[in-house]
């Protein structure tokens, strides 16, 4: 049972109601416009606050967006700096590849070429293992050189791989002489020997030239060959320059330091001389674990 105010509300509204339907059109629409006008700031209020929440709900997910493109684009520019280093690597191998091939042919020797497994971290021994041995033909004391010059002599061989002592290494003493470059055919005749000496440790391309003549002309720059004398290398192979000189053994003798041609430090592809008629010895001969310690 409705309630005294209720009742008067509801006949307000009714009375309301009929009033409005029976104005004229003109005054009705009149009157919707006012009652629109007291409503409508706060409507736009409502719909001015809603925007910067949905602006910023698109930003952040617009910044989202960014970060993993910004990841995707990262990992294709790591891809593509790989793939160059790795593309600028054989180019590299490439070209020390047909350099070493064109050198060869223009030897009169048996070569055979071998890659650098491990250098031996030390400086105190100066030598490296290669891939090659008997199963290659490889024999002890061959010599290693490079284009660019002697590198050293096999010292142990194994069934594939062998120990080489490079130049510079107190195993590994090397006729020497001074090449006639510089004019002076008496340069020739200065003979002597390359060995490690007082400061050889300290640098890896260094070496002495020693017991030399004492009227040897050890000008810097002249050039150090090997002598062929003793049978252990060939005759004419690029070893070095003198760096300087000085009188040892009261006045004697002479010696010079000499820089290296090659890099020892940075050999990756070697070629053994071979024998020109060579046998491959028996794995069972050679191949023990005293001979060839691992590295």
């Not at 390359?194 to 040897?216: E, K, W």
């Not at 290296?260 to 050999?267: A, F, K, Q, S």
Request: glycine share 8%; hydrophobic share 40%; proline share 7%.
């Amino acid at each position: 049972m409705l309630k005294y105010p209720n009742i008067i509300t509801v006949c307000s509204v009714i009375l309301a109601g009929a009033f409005l339907l029976s104005l004229p059109v003109r005054v009705n629409s009149q009157l919707k416009w006012m009652v629109a006008g007291v409503f409508l700031p706060f409507l736009g209020l409502a719909e001015t606050v809603g925007q910067p929440v949905e602006a910023a709900r698109k930003l952040v997910v617009s910044k989202q967006e960014i970060l993993r493109e910004n990841q995707r684009l990262r990992r294709e520019l790591q891809g593509v700096k790989i793939a160059m280093l790795q593309k600028e690597a054989v180019l590299s191998e490439n070209i020390l590849l047909r350099e070493a091939i064109g050198w060869k042919k223009k030897q009169p020797w048996r070569l055979l070429p071998a890659r650098v497994l491990v250098q031996d971290p030390s400086n105190w021994w100066r030598s490296l293992y290669i891939n090659v041995g008997t199963d290659d033909g490889v024999v002890e004391s061959v010599p290693v050189l490079s284009p660019m010059g002697l590198v050293g002599k096999v010292e142990q061989v194994g069934r594939h791989r062998s120990l080489v002592r490079l130049v510079g290494d107190p195993h590994c003493r090397v006729a020497a002489m001074l090449s006639k470059g510089r004019g002076n055919s008496g340069d020739e005749e200065a003979h002597g020997t390359i060995m490690p000496g007082r400061d050889t440790s300290f640098n890896p391309r260094l070496v002495y030239f020693q017991h030399l003549p004492s009227s040897a002309e050890l000008h810097p720059g002249t050039k150090v060959v090997t002598s062929g004398m003793g049978g252990g290398f060939p005759r004419g192979i690029h070893i070095g320059h003198i760096i300087d000189s000085r009188f040892s053994g009261v006045g004697l003798f002479a010696e010079a330091r000499v820089r290296l041609t090659v890099d020892l430090n940075r050999l990756e592809m070697v070629w053994l001389k071979l024998p020109e008629s060579s046998e491959p010895q028996k794995p069972s001969e050679v191949d023990t674990p005293s001979m060839l310690p691992l590295p």
